[in-house]
C-alpha cells in the first residue's frame, strides 16, 4: 500500500446520505476476478443520468469525494473502495461512514476522513461555488482545508500510522506470529474443524 | 482486559480470542471459522500468491458457491461466462490453498450463511468472520460474527487473526410475545424504523427478552441476519436449551465427551447479571404487527396496515431528502395503504429468509391457494441440503401446484448478481435484507417483508397479511 501523506485535490460534491455500496457499485460489476478496472461500476446507475453530479464536465478529474451521513453502508464489498480508487478518488469526507466500509478504505490506503455535519455542508457549498477550488486533505495534521476552511477530523491512531508509513497489515501481524502460535496451543480441543476426518 | 468484572456476553467470548493485547492498539483476535465464497475472496487468494504465503489454518476455513450462481439447471456449466471464470477461480483457488469447497451440485452448496449453521460449524462462543456483511447471522449461536472486506479475508487466510478495535456494547431487550402471524423478521424491520439505519454503528448488540427466547433458531438467524442493516458490527443471542438441541448430533458439532465440556463452556458465555450495556433500547414484541419497507433503506419500514408516509414526517435535512428520493424511486405517493401496493415478483429465499421453517411458513400460506395471475414468485432455498429436506416433505408440489417457481440453491435475487433480477420498474415483496436502489437489478423496486407476508401477497398480488386471504375450501 502507498502511504498517504497530504492530498490536494477538486472535489465532487455529492449531496446524497445512504450511499450503501450497491450504489457506489452494484452486484453485477462484482465478477471480476482482478485488483482493477472497477471504474465502470462507479455509481453505475445514477451515470445513466447525464445530469448526475459525476458526469458534469466542471467535475472532470475530481479526487476527493465529499458525500452526505452514512455513506458506504450494507454490503462489505473492497470493491466499493476500489471502484473508488480506479476512478482516482483519493480521499472521501463524509460525516458517517458503514463501519465496513471505512476499515476497506483503511486497508485499500482510500482515506475515509469523518467531519462534522456542518462541515460537509460547508464544503459542499464551497466546491458548488467554485468547483475548480482545492481541497486539502491533511493526515499528518489530521485536517482539512478549504478555502478559509480548516477541519479536524477523527481517525484512530492504528489506521492513521499505517496509512502513514504505507504498511502492510499482514507484514505486521506475520511480525507477531509467536503470539498467534501460543493461542493455538492453548484452544479448546472441541472447536470444529472444516473437515471430517 | 476487564477479566475480574462483571462482563456482557460479547464481551467473554471476545477476551477468549485476543491473542495479543497492546494499550493504544487494536486487539488481535483469533478467528475459529473463516467462510469464504466466490465473489469476494478471488484477489485475497491473489495476494497470497504474489507475496508468496500460504493459507494458515485451511481446516478452519471452509468456501461455497452462492452469490452469482445460477438457480436453474446447475448441473451444466454456468451460462454466463463471467460468472463462470469467477466460480472457476474459487475451485482453483481452494484446490491450490488446500481449502475445503462445497461446489454447485454438492449436496452440502448453500448460502454460506446457511450452509455453516447446518453442518454445526457454527457454535456458541467461536469468532466467526467471512467476505460478506450478513456473517452477522451466526450470531444467533452466541458467536462473534461479523463481516470484512477483501483485504481482511487475505487477512485471516494467511494469520488467522484480524486486528479489531474493541467494540462497544448494546443490548435491544424484547419483551412480550409476538402475536400470530408476526414473526422475526417483523421484529427485526420494527426495531430498525425505531432506531435508524445508524443506530447500530460501532456496537456489538445482544438480543435479549422473553420474545428472543421463544424464537426457533431460524427466527434468531433472521434477526442476527438483518444487524448488519442498522449498521451493528454483529448481533448475539445468548445460546439456551434450544441452541443445544439445534447443534446436537450435527456433523461438525462436538460428541461424546467433547459435547459436555463445550455446553458447559457454552452455558457460561451469558451476560453477567448486573453487567452493564453501554446502550439499552427496549422493545414489546406485544404491540408489534406485519411490518413492510416502503423505501430504499430497511429503516424505511411501517406496519403493513399503515401508509406509505410523506417526507415532511421525516426530520428536515439528509433524512427528508432521502424520503423524498425514495419516494420518487420507488413510483409512490404519500398516503397510499401498504395493502394497496401492487407487486410484479415475489421473491422467496435469501440468508435472511432461506432455511427450512421459512419455507415451511411461506408453503403453509400458499396451501390451497393460486399465484395471482400478475405475479412471478420465486422460491430459492437457502442451500441444496433445505431444497432436498423441502421436497422430502413435499414443499416444492406445493409451491409448484400454486404456479410458483422452485429453483435451486443460492443468493438469488436477493442481490441480483446471477439472472434472477428484476427489470426496470418492476417491484417486488422480497423476503430478503436489502430495499436500496437497484439491489435485485437496475431500477427494481424491493418491499422487505416476511415469508408469510409474501406468500400472502403472491396469491392477492397486493401487500398482504394471511389474515387477508380467503379461506381455502376445505379438503385442498
Known amino acids: 500500500m502507498d502511504a498517504f501523506t497530504v492530498h490536494i485535490g477538486t472535489a465532487l460534491p455529492l449531496r446524497r446520505s445512504n450511499v450503501d455500496t450497491d450504489q457506489i457499485i452494484p452486484a453485477v460489476y462484482l465478477k471480476r476476478i482482478t485488483r482493477t478496472g472497477f471504474e465502470d461500476g462507479l455509481f453505475a446507475a445514477w451515470r445513466n443520468d447525464p445530469e448526475f453530479v459525476l458526469n458534469r464536465p466542471e467535475f472532470d478529474g475530481v479526487t476527493v469525494l465529499v458525500a452526505g451521513p452514512d455513506f458506504g453502508t450494507g454490503s462489505s464489498r473492497e470493491h466499493a473502495v476500489w471502484a473508488l480508487q480506479d476512478y482516482g478518488f483519493k480521499a472521501v469526507i463524509s460525516s458517517r461512514f458503514g463501519d465496513i466500509f471505512r476499515a476497506n478504505a483503511g486497508q485499500a490506503g482510500l482515506l475515509a476522513v469523518t467531519v462534522d455535519g456542518d462541515v460537509v455542508n460547508r464544503l459542499w457549498q464551497l466546491v458548488e461555488d467554485n468547483p475548480a477550488v482545492e481541497i486539502v486533505v491533511d493526515l499528518p495534521k489530521s485536517h482539512v482545508r478549504c478555502g478559509d476552511l480548516v477541519a479536524d477530523f477523527d481517525i484512530d491512531d492504528y489506521t492513521r500510522w499505517r496509512l502513514l508509513e504505507g504498511l502492510d497489515d499482514i507484514d505486521i501481524t506475520l511480525d507477531r506470529e509467536a503470539y498467534i502460535s501460543t493461542y493455538e496451543e492453548n484452544r479448546p480441543s472441541f472447536k470444529p474443524a472444516t473437515r471430517l476426518f | ?476
Open chain 2, 1 to 476: 482486559m476487564s477479566s475480574n468484572l462483571l462482563r456482557t456476553m460479547s464481551e467473554k467470548v471476545w477476551d477468549e480470542h485476543v491473542a495479543r493485547a497492546v494499550p493504544g492498539e487494536p486487539d488481535l483476535l483469533y478467528i475459529d471459522l473463516h467462510l469464504v465464497h466466490e465473489v469476494t475472496s478471488p484477489q485475497a487468494f491473489e495476494g497470497l500468491r504474489a507475496a508468496g504465503r500460504t493459507v494458515r489454518r485451511p481446516d478452519l476455513t471452509l468456501a461455497t458457491e452462492d452469490h452469482n450462481v445460477p438457480t436453474v439447471d446447475a448441473d451444466g456449466p454456468i451460462a454466463d461466462p463471467v460468472s463462470r471464470a469467477q466460480v472457476q477461480a474459487l475451485r482453483d483457488n481452494c484446490a491450490e490453498f488446500g481449502v475445503p469447497l462445497y461446489s454447485l451440485g454438492d449436496v452440502e452448496q448453500g448460502i454460506v450463511h446457511v450452509v455453516g449453521p447446518q453442518l454445526g460449524l457454527t457454535q456458541p462462543g467461536m469468532t466467526v468472520v467471512c467476505g460478506d456483511s450478513h456473517t452477522s447471522t451466526h450470531g444467533a449461536f452466541g458467536a462473534l460474527a461479523f463481516g470484512i472486506g477483501t483485504s481482511e479475508v487475505e487477512h485471516v487466510l494467511a494469520t488467522q487473526t484480524l486486528p479489531q478495535a474493541r467494540p462497544k456494547t448494546m443490548a435491544v431487550t424484547v419483551e412480550g410475545a409476538l402475536p400470530d402471524d408476526v414473526t422475526a423478521k417483523d421484529l427485526v424491520l420494527a426495531l430498525i424504523a425505531e432506531v435508524g439505519t445508524a443506530a447500530g454503528q460501532g456496537y456489538v448488540v445482544e438480543y435479549r427478552g422473553a420474545a428472543i427466547e421463544a424464537l426457533s433458531m431460524e427466527g434468531r438467524m433472521t434477526i442476527c441476519n438483518m444487524s448488519i442493516e442498522w449498521g451493528a458490527k454483529a448481533g448475539l443471542v445468548a445460546p439456551d436449551e434450544t441452541t443445544f438441541a439445534y447443534l446436537r448430533g450435527r456433523p461438525h458439532a462436538p460428541a461424546g465427551a467433547d459435547w459436555d465440556a463445550a455446553v458447559g463452556h457454552w452455558r457460561a458465555l451469558a451476560t453477567d447479571v448486573g453487567a452493564v450495556f453501554d446502550r439499552e433500547v427496549r422493545i414489546d414484541a406485544s404491540t408489534l404487527s406485519p411490518f413492510v419497507t416502503w423505501g430504499t433503506n430497511p429503516g424505511h419500514g411501517v406496519p403493513l396496515s399503515a401508509y406509505v408516509p410523506t417526507a415532511e414526517s421525516f426530520p428536515e435535512g439528509p433524512a427528508r431528502q432521502g424520503a423524498e428520493r425514495a419516494l420518487t424511486y420507488m413510483g409512490l405517493s404519500a398516503g397510499t395503504p401498504m395493502r394497496e401496493i401492487a407487486v410484479d415478483t415475489v421473491f422467496v429465499g435469501s440468508c435472511t429468509n432461506g432455511r427450512m421453517e421459512d419455507l415451511r411458513a411461506a408453503a403453509a400460506v400458499i396451501g390451497g391457494h393460486r399465484v395471482s395471475s400478475a405475479v412471478r414468485m420465486l422460491v430459492v432455498p437457502g442451500s441444496t441440503r433445505v431444497r432436498l429436506q423441502a421436497e422430502a416433505e413435499g414443499l416444492d408440489k406445493v409451491f409448484t401446484s400454486a404456479g410458483a417457481e422452485w429453483r435451486g440453491a443460492g443468493c438469488s435475487m436477493c442481490l441480483g448478481m446471477n439472472p434472477d433480477q428484476l427489470a426496470p420498474g418492476e417491484r417486488s415483496a422480497s423476503t430478503s435484507n436489502r430495499n436500496f436502489e437497484g439491489r435485485q437489478g437496475e431500477g427494481g423496486r424491493t418491499h422487505l417483508v416476511s415469508p408469510v407476508v409474501a406468500a400472502a401477497t403472491a396469491i392477492t398480488g397486493r401487500l398482504s397479511s394471511p389474515a387477508d386471504l380467503p379461506p381455502v375450501a376445505t379438503g385442498a
